[in-house]
């Protein structure tokens, strides 16, 4: 079954840097585009970055400051957040749209925080 399991969040200063990996199993993982999401308290969950075989692509808000990768050998996909801010706080989900009939899969989240 389609597993995706999200670490590397934590507590981290205005301005500081944060590595989240996302491991995946359960499809082939090297086919399919990746997503990450996040969603703040009282907030909806918004799309962060997605990876492709074309490329990249993020929301506005991070353009600039994060950076998403994947290692296929790895079934990892990776959010590096640098410049961090304090409305960067959520919980970071990894998502995935697999499967027939294909539908969405999330990580358990991890959870960001940044604050000094």
């Known amino acids: 079954q389609v597993q995706l399991v999200e670490s590397g969040g934590g507590l981290v200063q205005p301005g500081g840097s944060l590595r989240l990996s996302c491991a995946a199993s359960?499809?082939?993982?090297?086919?399919?585009?990746m997503s990450w999401y996040r969603q703040a308290p009282g907030k909806e969950r918004e799309l962060v970055a997605t990876?492709?075989?074309?490329?990249?692509r993020y929301a506005d808000s991070v353009k600039g400051r994060f950076t998403m990768s994947r290692d296929n050998a790895k079934k990892t996909v990776y959010l590096e957040m640098n410049s961090l801010k304090r409305e960067d706080t959520a919980v970071y989900y990894c998502?995935?749209?697999?499967?027939?009939?294909?539908?969405?899969?999330w990580g358990q989240g991890t959870q960001v925080t940044v604050s000094s």
């Open positions: 998502s995935a749209y697999v499967g027939i009939p294909p539908r969405d899969y």
């Open positions: 359960g499809f082939t993982f090297s086919r399919y585009a």
């Open positions: 990876i492709t075989s074309a490329g990249d």
